[in-house]
């Protein structure tokens, strides 16, 4: 009798532990769905799916035979449209998933220093000299790099400041960095257009915001108008940082060291004559943007 009563029990625990399982797996699965929705144009979408879900339920219940025939019918079709609606945050998810399992490559292949960009900000910050620069990283921006001029060149300090010079053809875009070498110039990225964003930020910001949305770029801005330093991860922006702060935040998001380098406070009278001729500054859509 006593075994028969060990051998209910232990089926009893297993199923317990597989149904908690289950439910953690679940609420874990809901809540990394609901963290990468928020703050995005999604929200409020999932809020109708959420109301049309309501209605479906009481028509049932009050047996509104129209409604629940007409919600019935359409219910196939609004699965297809979620998938279309929410399309970005599906990519955008399968994207974090892939970078997750791929961490342990991307540590040894950012192998490189990006001191130069740091440098680069550096200096058009003290110009105020608008500037784009984007980092790949683990998503492949062929589609933008095609969209501007191809350089294939190494990255260097002076490379960046006559690229982003303002009398320069190529100082219009981003520019996009692949490893240890500027990959392209010029390039037009997709602009933004999350409706919670500061009306404050202009063009610029916003197409730096737009590829992190889309892939796991790093963008690294600079404010034609205050002057000011930006980095955007993910979707979300960081305002008016210090080069040493940047500097800081490439080592983390990069997962290796980046060798501290003295910047320099005033500016060498002939690098700046042959760099930013007198009179001559860029013409930036990110004119509307204030000091914060």
Known sequence: MGQWLARGRAPQATDMATAVLDVLIVALLIYEFLKLIRGTRATPMLMGVFVLALAFVAAQFAELRTLDWLMTTL??????????VFAAEIRHALARLGRKLASSRSSAANSESYDDVVLAANL??????????????????RTYIESGVAL????????????????APLHDGAVIIQKDRVAAAACFLPLSMNPILSTQLGTRHRAGIGITEESDAIAVIVSEETGAISVAVAGQIERDITPDEL??????LLRRHVPATTLPTHQDPDLDAATYPSGVRESDDDATELQR
Request: net charge negative; charged share 20%; hydrophobic share 50%.
């Open 75 to 84: 219910l196939p079709y609004g699965i297809f449209a979620m998938i279309v």
């Open 247 to 252: 500097r800081e935040r490439l080592s983390v």
């Open 152 to 167: 294939d060149a190494h990255i260097s300090y002076d490379l960046l400041a006559t690229i982003f010079r303002p009398s």
């Open 124 to 141: 058009f910050s003290q110009n105020q000299t608008g500037a784009l620069m984007v980092i790949e990283r683990e998503i492949g921006l």
